[in-house]
């Protein structure tokens, strides 16, 4: 079978391929989103120019990238994106564009739809009411799925993207069945992150011990959107570790984990004056590696320390929680833009289900609160305090300004060679073990473990049960289609 063009091959892994790169290639915008973390709105004064990107589009098809997403702002605001669309495609490389979908006109449809544009994303961020305020455009939810509506008939692939709020999350299973009906074939959520218009509303980011709830209702959501042939796709600030790991990285393959962050290794990101960074999401702050006006893109790429961050990164920047995880070497912190969106740097993420898990475990939860504002620029963000509570929301300890809440096990040594990311079913360089999936409780652990540290069940007596109920399955299975008449 044909593996998608964003599915990672182990080539591309071990020579640092940028398979998969996001391009805002304006920062003009239609809509007026409280959770926009471009704060986009006008376009930036010195976008490339029409030349300019084209030429940009050649350097990412030699550096091999095999995806484009194009993003703004909202990217149809301007005035040569379908010539960027054509380009794309004509250098073999595959095409999509997410947006808000305000604006969306058949015209436009129809021009992408001719230049070889193969997806659109819409974003529904919550039902009618809710959506509209976010978006900060009456009329905007009717729009996104008339966006829907035409794009399908243009026979061009769709999608849904929804940011987990705090508002939103009452309303997911509705939403749900209304994407189902509008024909969606994906959709992908991902956390709203403290960043940009988002930190200047505290009141959307959902709270860590949230995802005690949220996590079992996406479980649900996913397979039940199997069966209703719409797959949801959690973006990569969405997990860790919970027993839900494989569900969202692998469809229920046990040997699919969270890898660690991956910008500037098979991801990459550029803004629309030709800053590129590592991922799309990163602050420009500190994770610009340059301009293509100044270097040529495979000089970014290859050299510059603000992409390659990931490949030099050796666990010290693993704090509070994070540095003493079961799956510190593994994870390294999930997600590199949310916990630097809300403390100022990386490596202690309480947006984690494994972490809520373990606290609930003792009786806490975790609870972020604002420390400083953001300045009010694109990609900027302020600060927040990480605060320690009971179950029932007393406060235990805290951390102002710098969340260092260390619960659990003591930090291991670590190194350059442990802090790189496992490969599924590969022995880690650091302990030579991999990790498997305790049946029992659905959590990975160490290869070899006899005891889960989670559910205290035998891991090997819980996988020959689990193998033998499989077997008992089939047999089911086989013996229930002899039953049945033949044609």
């Given at each position: 079978?044909?593996?998608?063009?964003?599915?990672?091959?182990?080539?591309?892994?071990?020579?640092?391929?940028?398979?998969?790169?996001?391009?805002?290639?304006?920062?003009?915008?239609?809509?007026?989103?409280?959770?926009?973390?471009?704060?986009?709105?006008?376009?930036?004064?010195?976008?490339?120019?029409?030349?300019?990107?084209?030429?940009?589009?050649?350097?990412?098809?030699?550096?091999?990238?095999?995806?484009?997403?194009?993003?703004?702002?909202?990217?149809?605001?301007?005035?040569?994106?379908?010539?960027?669309?054509?380009?794309?495609?004509?250098?073999?490389?595959?095409?999509?564009?997410?947006?808000?979908?305000?604006?969306?006109?058949?015209?436009?449809?129809r021009e992408a739809a001719e230049a070889g544009l193969q997806a659109?994303?819409?974003?529904?961020?919550?039902?009618?009411?809710?959506?509209?305020?976010?978006?900060?455009?009456?009329?905007?939810?009717?729009?996104?799925?008339?966006?829907?509506?035409?794009?399908?008939?243009?026979?061009?692939?769709?999608?849904?993207?929804?940011?987990?709020?705090?508002?939103?999350?009452?309303?997911?299973?509705?939403?749900?069945?209304?994407?189902?009906?509008?024909?969606?074939?994906?959709?992908?959520?991902?956390?709203?992150?403290?960043?940009?218009?988002?930190?200047?509303?505290?009141?959307?980011?959902?709270?860590?011990?949230?995802?005690?709830?949220?996590?079992p209702l996406l479980a649900e959501l996913f397979d039940e959107g199997?069966?209703?042939?719409?797959?949801?796709?959690?973006?990569?600030?969405?997990?860790?570790?919970?027993?839900?790991?494989?569900?969202?990285?692998?469809?229920?393959?046990?040997?699919?984990?969270?890898?660690?962050?991956?910008?500037?290794?098979?991801?990459?990101?550029?803004?629309?004056?030709?800053?590129?960074?590592?991922?799309?999401?990163?602050?420009?702050?500190?994770?610009?590696?340059?301009?293509?006006?100044?270097?040529?893109?495979?000089?970014?790429?290859?050299?510059?320390?603000?992409?390659?961050?990931?490949?030099?990164?050796?666990?010290?920047?693993?704090?509070?929680?994070?540095?003493?995880?079961?799956?510190?070497?593994?994870?390294?912190?999930?997600?590199?833009?949310?916990?630097?969106?809300?403390?100022?740097?990386?490596?202690?993420?309480?947006?984690?289900?494994?972490?809520?898990?373990?606290?609930?475990?003792?009786?806490?939860?975790?609870?972020?609160?604002?420390?400083?504002?953001?300045p009010g620029l694109s990609f900027d963000h302020g600060t927040f305090?990480?605060?320690?509570?009971?179950?029932?929301?007393?406060?235990?300890?805290?951390?102002?300004?710098?969340?260092?809440?260390?619960?659990?096990?003591?930090?291991?040594?670590?190194?350059?060679?442990?802090?790189?990311?496992?490969?599924?079913?590969?022995?880690?360089?650091?302990?030579?073990?991999?990790?498997?999936?305790?049946?029992?409780?659905?959590?990975?652990?160490?290869?070899?473990?006899?005891?889960?540290?989670?559910?205290?069940?035998?891991?090997?007596?819980?996988?020959?049960?689990?193998?033998?109920?499989?077997?008992?399955?089939?047999?089911?299975?086989?013996?229930?289609?002899?039953?049945?008449?033949?044609?």
């Open positions: 079978m044909e593996q998608p063009t964003r599915f990672f091959t182990e080539d591309d892994r071990e020579t640092y391929r940028p398979v998969h790169v996001v391009w805002e290639i304006t920062l003009a915008c239609d809509l007026k989103c409280q959770h926009c973390g471009s704060r986009a709105g006008r376009r930036r004064p010195d976008e490339l120019t029409t030349r300019e990107c084209l030429d940009l589009v050649a350097q990412l098809a030699r550096l091999g990238t095999r995806e484009v997403t194009l993003i703004g702002g909202e990217a149809y605001l301007r005035r040569d994106w379908v010539e960027i669309v054509r380009a794309v495609r004509a250098h073999g490389m595959d095409c999509a564009m997410q947006t808000g979908g305000l604006h969306l006109t058949e015209e436009r449809v659109i994303g819409v974003s529904v961020d919550g039902l009618e009411e809710l959506h509209d305020r976010l978006r900060g455009v009456k009329g905007s939810f009717a729009a996104a799925f008339k966006a829907l509506g035409l794009v399908r008939e243009y026979g061009i692939a769709t999608s849904v993207n929804t940011q987990i709020t705090s508002l939103v999350l009452p309303e997911l299973r509705e939403l749900f069945d209304l994407f189902v009906e509008a024909g969606a074939k994906s959709w992908q959520i991902q956390l709203t992150v403290a960043m940009g218009r988002a930190a200047d509303h505290p009141e959307l980011l959902l709270q860590p011990f949230q995802l005690l709830e949220l996590m199997v069966e209703r042939g719409m797959l949801m796709q959690p973006g990569n600030n969405v997990g860790y570790f919970g027993p839900y790991e494989s569900l969202w990285r692998g469809g229920g393959d046990d040997t699919v984990f969270w890898p660690g962050c991956n910008a500037g290794q098979n991801t990459l990101g550029v803004e629309a004056d030709g800053t590129i960074k590592g991922c799309p999401s990163l602050p420009t702050v500190g994770y610009a590696g340059g301009n293509i006006r100044d270097l040529t893109l495979a000089d970014i790429w290859r050299n510059t320390p603000e992409l390659n961050f990931n490949l030099t990164r050796a666990g010290e920047e693993l704090w509070g929680f994070c540095r003493g995880c079961y799956y510190a070497d593994v994870c390294r912190g999930g997600c590199t833009w949310l916990s630097h969106s809300l403390f100022g740097r990386p490596g202690n993420n309480p947006y984690c289900h494994h972490r809520a898990l373990e606290l609930e475990a003792r009786g806490l939860r975790e609870r972020v609160v604002p420390a400083q504002p953001a305090d990480l605060l320690l509570e009971t179950l029932d929301g007393r406060a235990v300890a805290s951390a102002p300004g710098s969340g260092l809440v260390q619960i659990g096990r003591p930090a291991r040594p670590t190194s350059k060679e442990s802090a790189r990311p496992f490969k599924a079913g590969r022995k880690s360089r650091a302990e030579g073990k991999s990790l498997v999936l305790c049946r029992a409780c659905d959590r990975h652990v160490r290869e070899g473990t006899r005891a889960c540290p989670f559910c205290g069940a035998d891991v090997r007596a819980a996988e020959r049960a689990h193998r033998r109920r499989l077997r008992e399955a089939r047999e089911a299975c086989r013996q229930l289609l002899e039953l049945l008449p033949q044609d």
